[in-house]
């Protein structure tokens, strides 16, 4: 099996629209949530995410190209165009067949759907542009990015709701490891704020008035996110022989179905990828330093995820730093995972750990070290990056630091 490096990384989230941006706001430590702007939200009762603010497709796409492309495309698009270059790698001659693009996505094109819904319904349309199945369907964004950056190596979405982004990096993972590809762009976006959505997330009865608050006492919800992150894996020797800079290394991927039920987490399910990602990375549970958790904000997911720390990390968990990052970004779903996967790297590179920003009293279920409200100066060389989905759907990232 081979080394899997990281040597390009790109990110659009609420807190910018690259992971410069990304890294300047996790150093900061504060919220990026805040009231929604590119919906009406006279209809909803929730009136917060995380939102990619300011973004204007024209300054990436033309016309002609926006005719196809959904935001959740757009997004997957920004990311992965930084990510390609910042690696230095061009996939258009003998290695685009060595390459793989493996892109995480929850639901898809839902902008487009939800426009489609409302011009059939409401303005009772006879016609539809001809081409809004290939705009919204979930696999839209991966086809998209090979044939921006010529990729013609395996290229597929995974689906898998809030596991989506951390299934397709250990997908991606694997395949490098294996030897299979050479290289592999992965990652995962999601962009979910249009009417119909949102209004079905608030009839769940899951999501925060005010604001995401994990492991806290009073936390009442999650709070929805949008945005896109990706990385560029590629085999350590061959990074090496062409001089990249290594950004850091992926180690081990760790997957579970909870077998259980449809939205409750397991405790169970939690610790088996958690002890499935320390086996594939050749681990002790004493190597870890810094968990990039799951971390909601709701009353379930908390709870079970702490419990899960844990049993599965023993004494050693007082030890631990633990941070969730969502609560910063918002929960951007099925690219949750790659925003928060890139988000521990930079932090990594950076000698800090982003906190869990609005913690303020404390539930005694939730127990561990949540480095709240302030950036933390700390040097870590070796962090987990949880997940945990709808659907009983888990998957654990292993990664040591760039040398």
């Given at each position: 099996m081979?080394?899997?490096?990281?040597?390009?990384?790109?990110s659009i989230s609420?807190?910018?629209?690259?992971?410069?941006?990304?890294?300047?706001?996790l150093?900061?430590?504060?919220?990026?949530i805040g009231?929604?702007?590119?919906?009406?939200?006279?209809a909803?009762?929730?009136k917060?995410g995380?939102?990619?603010?300011g973004?204007?497709?024209?300054?990436?796409?033309t016309?002609?190209?926006l005719?196809?492309?959904d935001?959740?495309?757009?997004?997957?698009?920004?990311?992965?165009?930084e990510?390609?270059r910042?690696?230095?790698?061009d996939?258009?001659?003998?290695?685009?067949?060595?390459?793989?693009?493996?892109?995480?996505?929850?639901?898809?094109g839902m902008?487009?759907?939800d426009?489609?819904?409302?011009?059939?319904?409401?303005?009772?349309?006879?016609r539809?542009?001809?081409?809004?199945?290939?705009k919204?369907?979930?696999?839209?964004?991966?086809?998209?990015?090979?044939?921006?950056l010529?990729i013609?190596?395996?290229s597929f979405?995974v689906?898998?709701?809030?596991?989506?982004?951390?299934?397709?990096?250990?997908?991606?993972?694997?395949l490098v490891?294996?030897?299979?590809?050479d290289?592999?762009?992965t990652?995962?976006t999601?962009?979910?704020f249009?009417?119909?959505?949102?209004k079905?997330?608030?009839a769940?009865?899951?999501l925060a008035?005010?604001?995401?608050?994990?492991?806290?006492r009073d936390?009442?919800g999650l709070v929805?996110?949008?945005?896109?992150?990706?990385?560029v894996?590629e085999n350590?020797d061959?990074?090496?022989?062409?001089?990249?800079?290594?950004?850091?290394?992926?180690i081990?991927?760790?997957?579970?179905?909870?077998?259980?039920?449809?939205?409750?987490p397991?405790?169970?399910?939690?610790?088996?990828?958690?002890?499935?990602?320390?086996e594939?990375?050749?681990?002790?549970?004493?190597?870890?330093e810094?968990?990039?958790?799951?971390?909601?904000?709701?009353?379930?997911?908390?709870?079970?995820?702490?419990?899960?720390?844990?049993?599965?990390?023993?004494s050693?968990?007082d030890k631990?730093?633990?941070?969730?990052?969502?609560?910063?970004?918002?929960?951007?779903l099925?690219?949750?995972?790659?925003?928060?996967l890139?988000a521990?790297?930079?932090?990594?590179s950076?000698?800090?750990?982003p906190?869990?920003?609005?913690?303020?009293?404390?539930?005694?279920?939730?127990?561990?070290?949540?480095?709240?409200?302030e950036?933390?100066?700390?040097?870590?060389?070796?962090?987990?990056?949880?997940?945990?989905?709808?659907g009983?759907l888990?998957?654990?990232?292993?990664?040591?630091?760039?040398?």
């Open positions: 081979y080394r899997v490096a990281v040597t390009g990384m790109g609420a807190l910018g629209h690259n992971a410069a941006a990304m890294a300047e706001g150093r900061r430590g504060k919220t990026a009231p929604l702007s590119t919906m009406p939200t006279d909803l009762q929730i917060i995380g939102e990619v603010a973004f204007d497709p024209l300054q990436h796409f016309d002609k190209q005719g196809l492309l935001r959740n495309a757009q997004l997957a698009l920004v990311a992965a165009r990510a390609a910042q690696s230095g790698l996939f258009r001659g003998k290695l685009g067949a060595r390459t793989a693009a493996i892109i995480g996505s929850g639901v898809g902008g487009t759907l426009d489609s819904f409302r011009r059939l319904y409401l303005e009772h349309a006879k539809f542009f001809p081409f809004i199945i290939p919204l369907m979930v696999s839209a964004a991966v086809s998209h990015v090979t044939m921006d010529g013609t190596g395996p979405t689906a898998s709701a809030c596991s989506s982004a951390n299934h397709a990096i250990g997908t991606a993972f694997q490891r294996a030897g299979a590809v290289a592999a762009v990652g995962g999601e962009s979910v249009t009417l119909g959505t949102m079905a997330w608030e769940m009865r899951i008035p005010d604001m995401c608050k994990p492991f806290t936390r009442k929805i996110g949008e945005g896109a992150a990706a990385l894996l350590w061959h990074a090496r022989a062409r001089g990249a800079t290594i950004l850091g290394e992926i081990g991927f760790g997957a579970s179905a909870d077998a259980g039920d449809i939205v409750l397991s405790q169970a399910g939690a610790e088996s990828a958690m002890r499935a990602c320390l594939s990375a050749g681990l002790s549970p004493q190597d870890v810094y968990i990039n958790a799951h971390g909601t904000g709701t009353k379930m997911n908390d709870v079970t995820e702490t419990k899960a720390i844990r049993a599965v990390f023993g050693h968990a631990l730093a633990v941070s969730s990052t969502k609560s910063i970004t918002g929960h951007a099925g690219a949750a995972g790659a925003l928060e890139v521990t790297f930079l932090a990594m950076g000698g800090f750990i906190p869990t920003a609005n913690y303020d009293t404390p539930d005694p279920e939730c127990d561990l070290d949540y480095v709240p409200n950036t933390r100066a700390m040097q870590v060389n070796v962090a987990l990056s949880n997940s945990f989905a709808f009983g888990n998957a654990v990232l292993a990664v040591r630091g760039g040398v």
